[in-house]
């Protein structure tokens, strides 16, 4: 891999099996189609996955990622104190029976 390579992984700490196969399926559509094929094959994924594109993109542009995360929920109105009190709940019970 080149410094220049787009599919450069900064922060492969939180990346499974199945996010590697994506990333390097994601990989594989741009080397044989260019950025047509991996726009095609983005949003497949998409459609199919989103948690994991985003896991994906979020690997190799953690702070645009998280930029662009924070600035859709700052248009939504939530607030990371907002989140932090979703997260401090505790889970129902009943909502896993």
Not at 10 to 33: H, P, R
Not at 52 to 62: D, E, H, Q, S
Not at 74 to 86: H, N, P, V, Y
Request: hydrophobic letters at 40%; a negative charge.
């Amino acid at each position: 891999m080149s410094d220049d390579d787009p599919f450069k992984v900064v922060d492969s700490s939180g990346l499974t099996d199945a996010d590697w196969a994506a990333l390097n399926k994601l990989k594989e559509a741009y080397a044989n189609g260019g950025k047509k094929r991996l726009d095609a094959e983005m949003a497949k994924l998409a459609e199919k996955d989103a948690a994991r594109l985003v896991a994906v993109i979020g690997a190799m542009y953690p702070d645009v990622m998280r930029d662009a995360i924070r600035d859709h929920m700052a248009e939504e109105g939530i607030t990371e104190d907002d989140l932090r009190e979703i997260a401090s709940k505790p889970p129902n019970p009943r909502r896993y029976q």
